[in-house]
């Protein structure tokens, strides 16, 4: 039989970070991810850290620099419901609106959603359809089902507001036992699939931290029902218009086990106008960048297409917004 972990409500940052230093603990924020995995056996911690009970992580706030900063335990729908976000970060609303339901969005956190356990299609399965299985790298074995000749593991970071954060250019805030630090949203990510976090024990997210000139973005999603799903691919896009530069972030996820930032492709549009030839040329080009695995539900080929077409979709989306604001694409 499972055993039951202890649900802990520490009071300031300190316990928190004293708490998850300890073996077997895990920051406990809406549920909506830790529960589930805890019903399917694919969770073993004996401790639930409850963040929302720390003041400092439950505010949305602007800091001495006028940036707005959103506490790690503040619920997406909260977000979503504020009355400045959803207007400066429409990029950041889209995203958060593309998360499963209202209900579910109503319990999940924004720190949540950028921690999400990685998935797989092997291994996120009922423990009897698990049993007919040996145990993969991220169930203690020395296997991948998704990617046989791969040396780690390559299950899927799931979350829609991690790409939306990383075009955005928002920062996290990381407490740990010798203060906090910064780091970039993509900086969060491992590249493994096991360990798909670079939090060290004792290390944790606090707040988010977001631009104060945010760029014009675009986020969108590709799932196989218009709701509850995670994606199989999504993408978010952002431009920053100069007086003669622009900068360009395209930012794809659900690929595999971190976002992808599609670095040729941001060169290409960071120059010359988006005429239709250019914009495909880009596409290709990160089509080309992206090398998902068979451990989603329409399989690689799929992916990558699903990819290639909803990246051109928002660029186009992208290009209208643009020009309706009166800048050059």
Known sequence: ?????????????????????????????????????????LDTSGTWVQ??????????SIDEEGRWLIGAAVTLGVILEHPKISTLYPLLADAIR??????????????????????????NQPPIWRSGLKPCF???????????????????????????LIALGARLKVQSTSGFRWIKTLDLYSGDGDR??????????????????PPLGVFDKWRMRGSIDFPEVNVAVSVTQAKNSRTMRIVLGAMGPEPVRLREAEKLLGEGPWDPERLMHAVHTARD??????????????????????????????????EEKGENA
């Not at 963040?51 to 949305?60: A, D, H, K, Q, S």
Request: glycine content about 8%; overall charge positive.
């Open 289 to 322: 960048a992206v090398h998902p695995y068979d451990n989603g539900q329409i399989g690689v080929v799929g992916r990558k297409g699903a990819a290639e077409h909803i990246l051109y979709r928002a660029l186009k989306k992208l290009r209208i917004m643009m």
């Open 98 to 123: 593309a998360v499963a339901t209202p209900e579910i969005r109503n319990q999940a956190t924004i720190g949540g959603n950028l921690c999400l356990d990685t998935r797989c299609r092997f291994r």
């Open 138 to 164: 991220k169930s203690g074995g020395d296997h991948c089902y998704a990617a046989p000749a791969s040396s780690r593991c390559v299950a899927i970071v799931s979350s829609d507001t991690a790409p939306a």
């Open 196 to 213: 798909h976090l670079t939090l060290e024990p004792g290390e944790w997210i606090e707040a988010i931290r977001l631009p104060n000139f």
């Open 1 to 41: 039989m499972t055993r039951h972990p202890r649900l802990i409500k520490p009071s300031t940052t300190q316990d928190v970070t004293r708490l998850v230093k300890e073996a077997e603990s895990k920051i406990f924020g809406g549920g909506t991810d830790l529960v589930p995995n805890r019903t399917w056996g």
């Open 51 to 60: 963040l929302g009970t720390v003041p400092e992580t439950t505010m949305i």
